[in-house]
């Protein structure tokens, strides 16, 4: 049996963190000891394990949730987990997309410097140069010209 603060150290996760996903149900509610301390099992461990992987390869709590669901469940088709990460891949390649346009706005932008000073400045002209972004989802994305 583990504390809170041993599952903690074991996963990589912080101790709020573990509350949190017992509050919203991912983690499933710890056993207590007569003093009321927290204690976890070795499927507790894995889950956290489960979950902080997930994290850490960008799924949101929901695809989690959903990915559990499909673990806790033997014998299930890998077509519901296959899509789930598709999905996340299309989101990714999406991220990765605006990266590379952000990358090429910033080397033209730093390129097309050549060496004035102050207002003349080529990457504080393009800064205060407001038309050159566009927002897309609450993220800005750079205008190629």
Same mark, same amino acid.
């Given at each position: 049996?583990?504390?809170?603060?041993?599952?903690?150290?074991?996963?990589?996760?912080?101790?709020?963190?573990?509350?949190?996903?017992?509050?919203?149900?991912?983690?499933?509610?710890?056993?207590?000891?007569?003093?009321? =301390? &927290?204690?976890? !099992?070795?499927?507790?461990?894995? #889950?956290?394990?489960?979950? /902080?992987?997930?994290?850490? @390869?960008?799924?949101?709590?929901?695809?989690?949730?959903?990915?559990?669901?499909?673990?806790?469940?033997?014998?299930?088709?890998?077509?519901?987990?296959?899509?789930?990460?598709?999905?996340?891949?299309?989101?990714?390649?999406?991220?990765?997309?605006?990266?590379?346009?952000?990358?090429?706005?910033? =080397? &033209?932008?730093? !390129?097309?410097?050549?060496?004035? #000073?102050?207002?003349?400045? /080529?990457?504080?002209?393009? @800064?205060?140069?407001?038309?050159?972004?566009?927002?897309?989802?609450?993220?800005?994305?750079?205008?190629?010209?």
């Amino acid at each position: 049996m583990y504390t809170i603060g041993t599952l903690a150290r074991r996963t990589g996760t912080k101790v709020q963190t573990i509350r949190y996903y017992e509050q919203i149900g991912l983690m499933p509610e710890a056993g207590r000891t007569s003093g009321g =301390q &927290r204690r976890y !099992d070795e499927a507790a461990l894995d #889950r956290l394990a489960f979950i /902080r992987h997930g994290r850490q @390869l960008g799924f949101g709590l929901d695809a989690i949730r959903e990915l559990l669901a499909l673990n806790d469940q033997p014998g299930q088709s890998c077509s519901a987990s296959d899509s789930i990460a598709r999905r996340q891949l299309a989101q990714v390649q999406q991220r990765l997309a605006r990266l590379r346009a952000l990358e090429a706005e910033l =080397q &033209r932008m730093i !390129d097309s410097c050549d060496g004035h #000073r102050g207002s003349d400045c /080529r990457v504080l002209e393009v @800064l205060r140069d407001h038309s050159e972004c566009l927002t897309d989802h609450g993220s800005e994305a750079p205008v190629q010209s």
